[in-house]
């Protein structure tokens, strides 16, 4: 599987901007979605994901209520809206896709995209 991620630039705080993250390759054995982020001088942290299927979505408590996550019509492409943006919401964002939820609650999916840099600014 082939996660390619884009969407990412430079915004002003309260702004918003949207990430997509497209698959490819055996994409059946992929049954959620995600987004991580990792802020500069920091760890990764999950940011939010969704089951492809059943759309069931989740997100850290920092992102809640400011992020969306979302998937196309073809459920092989995952959305990140993401609005009122701060200044700390500033990483490279990657996208990730795993078989089931303890990838993501690990940290380890089985799947990376590249990372896509977000900076807002103050």
């Known amino acids: 599987v082939q996660l390619q991620a884009s969407g990412g630039g430079l915004v002003q705080a309260g702004g918003s901007l949207t990430l997509s993250c497209a698959t490819a390759?055996?994409?059946?054995?992929?049954?959620?979605m995600g987004w991580f982020r990792q802020p500069p001088g920091k760890e990764r942290e999950w940011v939010s994901y969704i089951y492809i299927s059943s759309g069931i979505t989740d997100y850290s408590d920092s992102v809640k209520g400011r992020f969306t996550v979302s998937r196309g019509n073809a459920k092989n492409t995952v959305y990140l809206q993401m609005n009122s943006l701060k200044p700390e919401d500033t990483a490279v964002y990657y996208c990730a896709a795993d078989r089931n939820v303890y990838g993501f609650l690990s940290k380890s999916p089985d799947y990376w995209g590249q990372g896509t840099q977000i900076t807002v600014s103050s």
């Open positions: 390759g055996r994409i059946g054995s992929v049954y959620l």
